[in-house]
């Protein structure tokens, strides 16, 4: 069964695990010094949040799916649609080693999604503090959408 992924940056971590738990009724299920995680059945939903990002609001949402064979038919639906997809394999991120397939929707928001096969004991690719390099530099980060004539 799939579960929708949600990541959300936040300017104060503790303050937003505070509220966030009070919102879902319960404590994460990961916390690291810059990332929290709920793993909910009510919704079905990997909610995380991070203050890696520069800019606080929503960073990407996804799709998790508990398979391989999930991963690549979702990703090949991607592709049939006509849409570029950035693979990752065997990927550390978020705490997480995982198979991945990246998108852009036709408005330029991010789209993971991922297979999580183990735990890691890093963030990801990029190093903490890289706070001002953006997204772009994160494991997180998918291709920049094609150049617009506007925003």
């Known amino acids: 069964m799939k579960r929708l992924h949600v990541h959300v940056a936040v300017e104060d971590l503790g303050k937003s695990i505070g509220f966030y738990s009070t919102l879902f009724g319960t404590e994460p299920s990961v916390v690291k010094d810059d990332y929290a995680k709920w793993m909910l059945d009510d919704p079905r939903v990997n909610f995380a949040i991070s203050d890696r990002a520069a800019t606080p609001g929503v960073d990407h949402v996804g799709i998790q799916v508990e398979s391989g064979e999930e991963l ?11 849409e570029v997809t950035r693979d990752q394999e065997a990927t550390t991120c978020c705490y997480a080693q995982s198979d991945k397939a990246w ?49």
């Open 103 to 151: 998108v852009n929707d036709p408005s330029g928001l991010r789209w993971e999604t991922f297979f999580t096969f183990g735990e890691a004991t890093s963030y990801g690719e990029d190093e903490p503090g890289a706070r001002e390099a953006k997204a772009s530099s994160s494991c997180c980060a998918a291709p920049a959408a094609p150049a617009k004539a506007c925003c």
């Open 72 to 82: 690549s038919e979702l990703a090949g639906r991607l592709k049939a649609a006509g």
